[in-house]
């Protein structure tokens, strides 16, 4: 459900409407000069960025992308067009941050836990039983190969390090230092805000979790050149949906991923925007493209030599333990997280 934000450690189920650029246009004439040359300056000011802009419009008009406005059900129906917002803006999270970062400095807050705390429990713990279960069954495969019985406790810390982590739009880190408790070790947070890098680093410190690494990044230009066997979404891909260029953001969105993934590595998204059946349908989408641009002998021209099948996603899993609600004869949760392996 576009917009549902959970304040900290928030239980009521309560929904608040999220500002839309609308709200800017009738609010302020002169805010919405600064946020327009804000999204012009932020997305498309190099060569690059309109390439990239080029090759998503491209993608766009090749196929259909659904953007979802609703996660209330699972609904059949597709939904009209996300309304964009004022937090698919980097400008707002600069605001955001500063605001923050003074805060945390003062007072000590470590500011917005977004989807509330229980969530955040929800997903670390079930995203290290994923982790550990997939490394189990890996092993399971390679001692049935070799004759032998792995050691029941060959797992957990051993096992977990062999997972390098990214959480992309981590905002105030905080999901990480719960991988950190959960026995993870390889940990690498990204957002494209310098003030939500800032606080991340400060929270880390003075928690001491001071072997995460954070960085200013933005995951549709990344600068990252490692690939990871886990990656972490909360909240961002909502966030990026909410754009004025959301539909475009997205494709861009997928394509980055699909390179910061790790062959085999899995991808772990939570969504207040989307449901679990629009996020598998967002990544078959992407799964087409993907081929369809492999055997077309335009685009394949372009890679001559390259002879790897594309990179595709498949559905893993989802949490099923979060609370479920009845909204207009449908049953629903808040939010989704789902998991996608990468071929
Ligand atoms: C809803 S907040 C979630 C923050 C954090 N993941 C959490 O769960 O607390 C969305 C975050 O995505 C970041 N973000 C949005 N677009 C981004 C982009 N293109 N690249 C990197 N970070 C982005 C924002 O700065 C913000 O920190």
């Not at 001491?208 to 050149?225: A, P, Q, S, Y």
């Amino acid at each position: 459900m576009a917009g549902i934000r959970w304040p900290p450690e928030d239980s009521e189920l309560h929904q608040t409407r999220v500002p839309t650029t609308a709200d800017l246009i009738s609010d302020d004439d002169r805010s919405v000069a600064a946020d327009s040359w804000s999204i012009k300056s932020d997305y498309g000011s190099t060569l690059d960025d309109d390439q990239r802009h080029v090759d998503a419009s491209d993608a766009l008009s090749a196929g259909t992308f659904r953007a979802a406005s609703d996660c209330s059900s699972d609904k059949e129906a597709p939904d009209a067009e996300v309304e964009p917002s004022v937090l698919g803006l980097q400008s707002y999270w600069d605001a955001t941050y500063a605001d923050e970062l003074a805060n945390f400095h003062e007072h000590g807050h470590a500011g917005e836990v977004w989807f509330g705390a229980d969530v955040m429990d929800i997903v670390s713990s079930w995203t290290k039983n994923l982790c550990t279960n997939a490394s189990q069954d890996n092993m399971q495969n390679l001692s049935n190969d070799a004759g032998c019985k792995p050691e029941a406790d060959e797992h957990s810390a051993a096992v977990l390090s062999t997972w390098n982590v990214l959480d992309i739009g981590t905002g105030n880190g905080l999901l990480l230092q719960e991988f950190a408790k959960q026995g993870f070790s390889d940990l690498t947070g990204t957002d494209y805000s310098e003030g939500a890098i800032d606080l991340a680093r400060g929270l880390a410190e003075r928690d001491g979790f001071t072997n995460i690494n954070f960085m200013v990044d933005d995951i549709l230009e990344t600068k990252l050149e490692r690939q990871f066997r886990l990656v972490m979404d909360k909240g961002t891909f909502d966030a990026i949906g909410l754009h004025p260029d959301g539909h475009i953001k997205r494709i861009m969105y997928w394509d980055s991923v699909s390179k910061l993934v790790a062959p085999g590595g899995i991808l772990v998204i939570t969504s207040c925007n989307s449901t679990k059946d629009e996020l598998v349908q967002e990544v078959d989408t992407f799964n087409q493209r993907k081929l369809a641009a492999s055997q077309d002998p335009e685009t394949s021209k372009n890679q001559e030599g390259c002879r790897d099948s594309p990179p595709s996603f498949r559905y893993l899993n989802h949490v099923r333990s979060y609370p479920t609600f009845m909204f207009g004869g449908s049953e629903g949760s808040r939010v989704a997280t789902v998991a996608f392996v990468r071929s």
